[in-house]
């Protein structure tokens, strides 16, 4: 294992500065025209980039803010912001990499869970092992111990893996796993049993593809079922439900009927406040070359929900269609009492003609059960594919693997100003 750690770093003072004083080191976004009606935004970079091409997989908040976690895989490490860690005019930021002589480490997503020796909370990296579409067995699930900078692979030698989360599926009282083998013409959605910190995998699903496999429970029957999304030519979002003892039934929640549509990921949360958990789920992943040249990406792409009943049964609504959507930040932004949306959407060069309207920042704020659109007008791309939200801060990040450039940073703060 090698371990990379930063120390104070000038990038922190600047990070507290800026959450206190909101606005220092910050680029205006501009209007397309002057127009007081408007909401605006402000990107404050707090962690410059280093590299020519920045490449943020993901940005978690764990344990309600109290840490942030973001990974690069193509740099080969995560790194972890601990709010404990600020004082007025400094920040720590520790990023690790858990590379061995003979194998690098390229991790995706990072989540938190108790799964160590003797149920301690540990770290649960999904090491996706390879980033170019492959079918080689190169994918692990990782357990990081900080405290004694101790790493374990709980499982390897699978599929291309994107994402790993915690939860009790058999009733047993220890923490089991999600695992998402994306993979490329193979994978899995599957389950990691924990017998005693021996893990045993339970394929849900044979199909590639899988992005995200969420534990919650969508039918208040108070054990943990599984919603999963999957891309590649299957483009679906499924609900795998559990009977309480760690068999799943699976379930369409919706197909898309398009090899194309570009399923990016979902997100759980209780959009209409009526007590139970919805999903809400993107599309707009522009690397599916089967795309007919005549498609318009913005009537293509976009952000939809799935409105559950609280037996888990669902109803879709859609919200908005745009050009490469790819992840979502629930929150009250307008401060009404109900829950809004900001939507970014990653757009990549020469993949759509260059008139294409490009808007990579949407804001959707939620009015009497109706979504109002407010577009972000931008001066350069941002190439942002993930969003966090930690309090009332909105996080992002860039992601340019094809070094494309723009206004680039790896890790920013997102704030906006009503009319």
Known sequence: MRLNRRTPHTFFAIFCLCLLLNGCLSSEIPEESPDESKWTATITP??????????????????????VAFTEPLQGRFSLISDSSCSPLSCIF??????????????????????????TGTWIVSDIGILHPSNEKSGRIILFDDATQESTVII????????????????????????????????????????????????????????????????????????????????????YRNDGTGNFSPELLYNSNLTYFGMSGLRIADIDNDGDDDIIFTNGDTMDFDTPPEINPNQLHGVAWLENNGEGDFTHHDITRNWGAYDTAISDIDGDGDLDMILICLQMDDQFPTETNRTQIILLEQQDSM???????????????????????????SHDPMNQGGELFTLARLDFTPP
């Open 94 to 119: 520790e990023s690790y990499n858990l590379s061995t002589g003979t194998e690098s480490f390229s991790p995706v997503r990072v989540s938190y869970g108790s799964v160590g020796a003797g149920n």
């Open 46 to 67: 707090i962690i410059t980039t280093s590299e020519d091409n920045p490449v943020v997989a993901n940005i978690r908040s764990i344990n309600n803010g109290q840490v």
């Open 156 to 239: 390897d030698e699978i599929g291309r893996t994107v994402c790993a989360e915690p939860g009790d599926f058999d009733g047993d009282g220890d923490t089991d796993l999600t695992l998402c083998e994306f993979g490329h013409d193979e994978g899995t959605v599957s389950w990691l049993e924990n017998d005693e910190g021996n893990w045993h995998q339970h394929i849900l699903d044979p199909r590639p593809g899988s992005i995200h496999a969420i534990p919650v429970d969508v039918d208040s029957d108070n054990d943990l079922d599984i919603v999963a999304v999957l891309s590649q030519n299957i483009e679906e979002i499924m609900l």
């Open 371 to 397: 979504w109002i659109r407010h577009d972000i007008a931008t001066s350069n791309p941002h190439r942002m594919l993930t969003i966090e939200v930690v309090g009332n801060i909105f996080l992002v990040a």
